[in-house]
């Protein structure tokens, strides 16, 4: 069982940074694959980040590569990401997951092949 509680949410300008932290408890931590989703009013909750257990590999679509950037501290129990270059459209609710991984490496964008949430923070960017 894992318990993931995201923070760091908040209102930023256009062209400002947030820094979101995901908090697991658990002593399995490292053998999650991790992902960071985010969810605007009427839409589909979508894959913004993915690092693998080990942090080796990461992955990012389109939409956020080059500005956000995804890290993990095993040790620590946490996964962050660091959004840089905010735009309006980044609005949402962000979350956090964890899917057991299953081979090194392994990262997935697909929201339905996780294993736990978090409750998710909100963040807005003002234009």
């Known amino acids: 069982q894992v318990q993931l509680v995201e923070s760091g949410g908040g209102l930023v300008q256009a062209g400002g940074s947030l820094r979101l932290s995901c908090a697991a408890s658990g002593r399995t931590f490292s053998s999650y694959a991790m992902g960071w989703f985010r969810q605007a009013p009427g839409k589909e909750r979508e894959f913004v980040a993915g690092i693998s257990w080990s942090g080796g590999s990461t992955y990012y679509p389109d939409s956020v590569k080059g500005r956000f950037t995804i890290s993990r501290a095993n040790a620590k129990n946490t996964v962050t990401l660091q959004m840089n270059s905010l735009k309006p459209e980044d609005t949402a609710v962000y979350y956090c997951?964890?899917?057991?991984?299953?081979?090194?490496?392994?990262?997935?964008?697909?929201?339905?092949?996780?294993?736990?949430w978090g409750q998710g923070t909100q963040v807005t960017v003002s234009s």
């Open positions: 997951a964890a899917r057991r991984a299953k081979y090194v490496g392994e990262i997935t964008t697909i929201a339905d092949e996780y294993d736990y």
